[in-house]
């Protein structure tokens, strides 16, 4: 059975940064991608930035430029870099892998961005 387990949420001023980071209970190799995903308060969860095991970085239009994705393939552990935080980027976090048509998720970690 897969596990991720976030770390790393809170509460922050606008402008400020946090770094998110997820353990994977298994190679990160072993998964077509990995990544971030977040869902605000009567929203949709969406993509925030996202690994694949070939080519590119993946991020979202609205975070490019302020959040940046981090793999450790000797830890297992996917980090996410987010500095100019804003009161828009107030959401539950999630760590996700995705093998074939399997999505794995994490239980999810709270930022929360406020003055």
């Known amino acids: 059975q897969v596990q991720l387990v976030e770390s790393g949420g809170g509460l922050v001023r606008p402008g400020g940064s946090l770094r998110l980071s997820c353990s994977v209970s298994s190679t990160l190799y072993g998964f077509d991608s990995v990544g971030w995903h977040r869902q605000a308060p009567g929203k949709q969860r969406e993509l925030v930035a996202s690994?694949?095991?070939?080519?590119?970085?993946i991020y979202a239009g609205v975070v490019e430029g302020r959040f940046t994705i981090f793999r450790d393939t000797t830890q297992n552990t996917v980090d996410l870099q987010m500095n100019d935080l804003q009161p828009e980027d107030t959401a539950v976090y999630y760590c996700t892998a995705r093998l074939r048509t399997t999505d794995y998720w994490g239980q999810g970690t709270q930022v929360t961005v406020s003055l």
């Open positions: 690994f694949p095991r070939y080519g590119s970085r």
